[in-house]
């Protein structure tokens, strides 16, 4: 099953990303390319994702962004809160897929599902400022 996990990212080149097991099967390393156009262009940003501390493949593995980040749907500690995307989990939802959505969320924060309600503010109430401190955050920890 995770050897699957690993082709499907690896023959995908359209998405800014790589992953692999690190060390374990349970327990994977990612890496992600700031999307052309975003906040986040130009900066590398490191995952861990985390399979042994869920009950993957019926529950989201554990994803959380080591880079420090400026966004509104990863809290203070850097994870990413799967479940407020997938409220009903399912086995059929696949790594591709969740990467797939960290990228695109780093092209547009999803208001709705905010894990960061400052940050989520600030982008609401002033886009440009939550802009150029996006950009700052990247320059100073992802580049």
Same mark, same amino acid.
Request: include cysteine; aromatic fraction near 12%.
């Given at each position: 099953m995770y050897l699957g996990l690993f082709d499907e990212i690896f023959n995908d080149d359209s998405m800014p990303c790589y &992953?692999?097991?690190?060390?374990?099967?349970?327990?994977w390393a990612a890496v992600i390319e700031g999307p052309k156009g975003s906040v986040y262009e130009g900066g590398v940003f490191f995952l861990d994702i985390n399979f042994r501390? #869920? $009950?993957?493949?019926?529950?989201?593995?554990? /994803?959380?962004?080591?880079? *420090? =980040?400026?966004? +509104?749907n990863v809290d203070g500690d850097g994870l990413v809160n799967l479940e407020k995307f997938w409220p009903e989990w399912s086995p059929v939802i696949?790594?591709? *897929? =969740?990467?797939?959505? /960290? +990228? $695109?969320l780093m092209k547009q924060c999803d208001l709705v599902n905010a894990t960061n309600i400052r940050i989520a503010q600030h982008y609401l109430n002033n886009k440009e400022s939550f802009e150029a401190? &996006?950009?700052?955050? #990247?320059? =100073?920890? &992802?580049t």
């Open positions: &992953a692999g097991p690190s060390g374990d099967l349970l327990h501390l #869920t $009950n993957y493949p019926f529950g989201p593995p554990h /994803v959380k962004f080591l880079t *420090q =980040i400026y966004h +509104c696949s790594l591709k *897929q =969740i990467l797939h959505l /960290v +990228c $695109n401190k &996006a950009r700052k955050w #990247t320059k =100073i920890y &992802a």
